[in-house]
């Protein structure tokens, strides 16, 4: 099982809300960050990931490669992401991963952003057996290299592990595209969706699972 964490875990709305102060006082450089998080999906090869986004941050902000470093570790990597403190987190997350552990499955969790630290101000360390942002393989998703680290991390094969996310583009198709299963965390399925679930409620998605695969090792 591997789980994405932004959205997935907790409600984006949520930390949406809470993120408008901030957001308000950092306009521009939020609007810039997220062009280059567009932008860096498609660069391929990225030999130092945080190198090559701190250049392309620079650039937009016509600024030094260390400057926009310093302003992406200590705005965004910091002061952001200390807002999730106060984010809840979705119910049933908790009593979902601890039942498919009793159940005698590996579960791991990557973002798109850094996420020791983030688990912790979300209540949610010491539930998995790996978790890692796919900023430390190099590459974002969908691309399959944090797909493939999950995958190594787990010691599963692709085709044996569950993807849960909440982005149908990076989350359901870069985990399909590696190889995987995928669970999309929506309350509309997408058109002709490659997920093989789609829910709302993750009550749903643990019965779903230990139907599906617990019983079948039976």
């Keep these: 099982m591997g789980f994405d964490i932004d959205g997935t875990l907790y409600p984006n709305r949520e930390m949406y809300l809470r993120s408008i102060g901030f957001v308000l006082r950092n306009l521009r450089l939020m609007r810039r960050f997220g062009r280059v998080r567009h932008k860096i999906r498609t660069v391929r090869p990225i030999e130092d990931f945080y190198r ?6 620079g650039a937009e902000l016509a600024i030094g490669t260390d400057e926009a470093a310093q302003l992406i570790n200590e705005r965004i990597y910091t002061e952001w992401e200390t807002i999730i403190d106060r984010v809840p987190i979705y119910s049933g997350v908790i009593e979902t991963v601890k ?4 159940a005698g499955l590996k579960v791991g969790v990557t973002s798109d952003f850094p996420v020791s630290r983030k688990l ?12 890692f942002s796919s900023e430390e393989v190099g590459y974002l998703k969908p691309n399959p290299e944090p797909f493939e680290q999950l995958a190594s991390r787990l010691g599963c094969r692709p085709e044996e592990i569950l993807y849960v996310g909440n982005s149908y583009k990076y989350d359901v198709v870069g985990a399909v595209n590696a190889g995987m299963h995928a669970a999309h965390l929506s309350r509309t399925p997408v058109k002709n969706t490659q997920a093989v679930l789609t829910f709302s409620r993750f009550s749903t998605l643990r019965d779903w699972v230990l139907e599906n695969t617990v019983s079948k090792t039976r």
Excluded: I, N, T
């Excluded at 090559?52 to 941050?57: R, T």
């Design 52 to 57: 090559v986004q701190a250049e392309m941050l």
């Design 99 to 102: 039942s498919f552990r009793e």
């Design 120 to 131: 912790g101000l979300l209540g949610l360390e010491g539930y998995w057996d790996c978790a």
